[in-house]
């Protein structure tokens, strides 16, 4: 997908519209990373991997939706920060996110989620080994096998085997509901669908961060209350409502917001009217100032895929 353009004559060539989108792109990654991601980083770690042996309800949930939205917007980030860079020389790299968390079910998560490794899974491993050539059973085992080794692929742990194994058959199941949806003529509201792959999603995410498979567990079954008498809730009313506060705003960010795709689309095609080219400059200076501040005041956060 990126190779072909080295050997256009207009490759490495200085044009102003390339900079000035990748500039924007370059500061929209930035502000994703500095100010959401690592100023949510503290949530997540208070609860995963520390010591505390059986997390409250409240903690679990929110230490698990701090992750969800942290790792998101880190990748996401430093994706955009790429493409930016290459941006600004000639080169367009392919998008790696278009708003996974509007995802309406598994399959359509990864079709918007780290989208680059979703087509290197597709046409290296799962086509090879026989795609949906073979029967509906093959094809099962197929989506199994493949997240599999897509959990592997980010680490040789147990928790990296169970997100993975979790999505193949989170992937297969979806695949057969939607062939019996079709039959029966079944279409579920948007809304519904989209909330309920979001939970799906929100729990694996656990198995995904959990240092071991008895952190999952132990997070997961105080994410159920299993942990925890439900009337101590009662307690914790404030810091319930804090949690809810914040995750409506995550969710505004990731199911209202344009994301970078959207964005850069309509500067490629409409161009910029004249209130954008006044304000555009603005908001690009407030997220720098704002990305400057957080790397001075804030304590250092490298990117999540960095050890993958």
């Known amino acids: 997908?990126?190779?072909?353009?080295?050997?256009?004559?207009?490759?490495f060539r200085p044009a102003l519209s390339n900079i000035r989108?990748?500039?924007?792109?370059?500061v929209i990654g930035l502000y994703k990373k500095v100010v959401i991601a690592d100023g949510i980083t503290v949530f997540a770690n208070a609860v995963f991997g520390a010591d505390v042996v059986e997390p409250t309800l409240l903690d679990a949930w929110?230490?698990?939706?701090?992750?969800?939205?942290?790792?998101?917007?880190?990748?996401?980030?430093?994706?955009?920060?790429?493409?930016?860079?290459?941006r600004i020389f000639g080169i367009k790299l392919p998008?790696?996110?278009?708003?996974?968390?509007?995802?309406?079910?598994?399959?359509?998560?990864?079709r918007r989620w780290h989208m680059t490794l979703s087509r290197f899974l597709r046409d290296y491993l799962y086509i090879p080994l026989g795609g949906s050539r073979a029967g509906e059973l093959r094809r099962f085992a197929n989506m199994v096998i493949v997240m599999l080794l897509g959990g592997l692929w980010h680490g040789a742990g147990w928790t990296f085997v169970l997100w993975g194994g979790a999505h193949g058959v989170l992937l297969g199941a979806t695949h057969w509901a939607q062939h019996a949806a079709m039959l029966e003529k079944i279409r579920p509201p948007r809304s519904l669908a989209v909330a309920t792959t979001f939970l799906c999603v929100?729990?694996?995410?656990?198995?995904?961060?959990?240092?071991?498979?008895?952190?999952?567990?132990?997070?997961?079954?105080?994410?159920?209350g299993l942990n925890q008498p439900l009337d101590e809730l009662a307690t914790q009313v404030p810091a319930l409502a804090t949690l809810a506060i914040l995750?409506?705003?995550?969710?505004v960010m990731t199911w209202i917001v344009p994301?970078?795709?959207?964005?850069?689309a309509r500067w490629g095609t409409s161009g910029l009217g004249l209130k954008e080219r006044v304000l555009l400059p603005w908001a690009c200076?407030?997220?720098?100032?704002?990305?400057?501040?957080?790397?001075?005041?804030?304590?250092y956060s490298e990117f999540i895929y960095f050890q993958f």
């Not at 989108?21 to 370059?26: A, Q, V, Y």
């Not at 278009?98 to 998560?109: E, L, M, R, V």
Request: charged share 10%; aromatic share 16%; with cysteine.
């Open 202 to 224: 929100v729990f694996t995410w656990v198995m995904f961060r959990a240092g071991s498979v008895s952190e999952f567990v132990s997070m997961t079954q105080s994410m159920l």
């Open 95 to 110: 998008l790696n996110f278009h708003s996974p968390y509007k995802a309406t079910n598994i399959i359509d998560f990864w």
């Open 259 to 264: 994301n970078t795709g959207e964005l850069t």
């Open 62 to 86: 929110a230490g698990t939706l701090a992750y969800t939205f942290q790792i998101y917007f880190d990748f996401s980030g430093y994706s955009d920060m790429a493409i930016g860079l290459a």
């Open 285 to 299: 200076g407030i997220g720098v100032s704002a990305c400057v501040i957080g790397i001075f005041l804030g304590s």
């Open 21 to 26: 989108i990748g500039l924007m792109i370059f």
């Open 1 to 11: 997908e990126v190779m072909p353009q080295y050997l256009k004559d207009t490759a």
């Open 247 to 251: 995750t409506w705003a995550a969710l």
